[in-house]
């Protein structure tokens, strides 16, 4: 019963210990995006795109690269410099570049800009790029490295509801086949999304939403007021 360690394109492991009859079927999805071995991925070149909170979830996979001999560019965009998060934990384990839409803070314009200056004009070349950010952030980063043959690997934030794959709320279109971000996802070939569908179903309840916000008489319960 030999144990062995998956890595997966987002970089979060998952060890297996026993290995019983059968298991392999529950497994297949992490053994087709296994990556490779630490020694393999030193020789990689990573550039992450962060986008608003998407800042959080990219700065763990930056560090255990880091802690892991692996050098990783990052981009960090925000409308403007107060929104801007995580930058300085950010230092600390990779190269950041930061974009911000006013301008107020290095970059000014779209990450998209910035990704292409570091590609196009300082000639930066990378094995894989990783964005995580806004729906509308992540598909303009795809569209962007898609002509430099740059692969590019998108965590999904569809709605979920159950988490399991039963409900079928959180489906996407990738390539052409119905996914579940839950249980198939959430990281995703972007130049494989289909990314106006996904938006789309992620603007389902904004209607109600807005309605919601606009009933004064509604007091939330979160925190037993």
């Known amino acids: 019963n030999p144990s062995f360690e998956v890595i997966s394109p987002l970089l979060s492991r998952c060890q297996v210990y026993t290995l019983k009859p059968m298991q392999d079927a529950d497994l297949q999805h992490l053994l087709n995006r296994a990556l490779t071995t630490d020694e393999e991925l030193k020789k990689r070149k990573y550039l992450f795109v962060a986008g608003g909170v998407g800042t959080a979830p990219v700065y763990p996979q930056v560090k255990w690269l880091k802690n892991h001999g692996v050098d ?48 196009e004009v300082e000639g930066r070349k990378y094995d894989e790029c990783v964005c995580i950010g806004p729906m509308i952030m992540m598909k303009f980063v795809c569209l962007a490295t898609k002509p430099l043959n740059l692969k590019t690997t998108v965590s999904l934030n569809a709605l979920m509801v159950d988490g399991t794959g039963m409900c079928g709320a959180c489906r996407v279109s990738v390539g052409g086949k119905t996914l579940f971000t839950c249980v198939d996802g959430p990281e995703f070939d972007g130049h494989a999304v289909d990314f106006e569908e996904a938006m789309r179903r992620q603007a389902m309840y904004k209607n109600q939403e807005r309605l919601d916000n606009n009933n004064r008489e509604h007091k939330c319960n979160c925190y037993g007021k």
Request: net charge negative; with cysteine.
């Open 72 to 119: 990783c560019d990052v981009i960090i965009g925000a409308k403007t410099k107060g929104m801007l998060i995580y930058t300085d934990e950010m230092r600390k384990v990779g190269n950041v570049h930061i974009a911000t839409d006013d301008g107020t803070e290095g970059y000014k314009g779209m990450v998209t800009g910035l990704l292409k200056e570091l590609v």
